[in-house]
Structures are given as C-alpha cells and as structure tokens.
C-alpha cells in the first residue's frame, strides 16, 4: 500500500527492517515520539519488505531513515540510529 502523505500537517515515517540491528535500537525512540508528538505529528512506521515500493518511491537507500514530512512536502531526513533529542529538535522546527 502507497505511503499517504496528508495535504496539512506533520508526517514523520520510519522506514525499517526487522532484520536491521540499527532499527532495532530507533523502534523504541519512534515509538515514544509518536506517543509523546500524537497531538503535533503523524507518525508512520513503513518494513521496507512488506512495501519495498513505497521505500523506493521515496528514494530511501538504507534502513533505518526516517522522513519529516510538512505539508505534503520532504523537508527533512535522517538516516542511522539517532538520538530522541536529534528528532526531537527536528520536529520543534517543524512546528
């Protein structure tokens, strides 16, 4: 299924694999995010083998990347295991 991507708002989407250490180590961190950002941002988690499609459309070369979407628009990108402050401060000038 394609990755949806709203007209308005913040979308933040993780793109993993289960076979990926480094996923691993982020899963946690994206999971507090979302439970902490659910009123400011979506959030998205996208296993690059059940939509292999939707990593390829967005031009993600390796797992784990997590896209900052606003307004329908890429504005931000991370790649590698990073920290919750990084994010953090990647969403507070997303708002």
């Known amino acids: 299924m ?3 991507i709203p007209e308005r708002g913040i979308l933040i989407t993780l793109f993993k694999s ?3 250490t480094s996923c691993k180590q982020i899963y946690p961190i994206f999971e507090e995010i979302s439970n902490e ?5 979506k ?3 996208v296993d690059i083998q059940e939509d292999m499609q939707s990593a390829i459309d967005h031009g993600v ?3 784990p990347t ?3 979407f606003k307004d329908k628009k890429e504005v931000k990108r991370l ?15 997303l708002l």
């Open 66 to 68: 997590m896209i900052f």
């Open 79 to 93: 790649t590698g295991a990073v920290s919750k402050d990084k994010i953090e401060v990647v969403i507070k000038s």
């Open 2 to 4: 394609p990755l949806e």
């Open 37 to 41: 950002q659910s009123n400011q941002a």
């Open 43 to 45: 959030t998205v988690l």
């Open 18 to 20: 289960k076979s990926c």
């Open 61 to 63: 070369m390796s797992v």
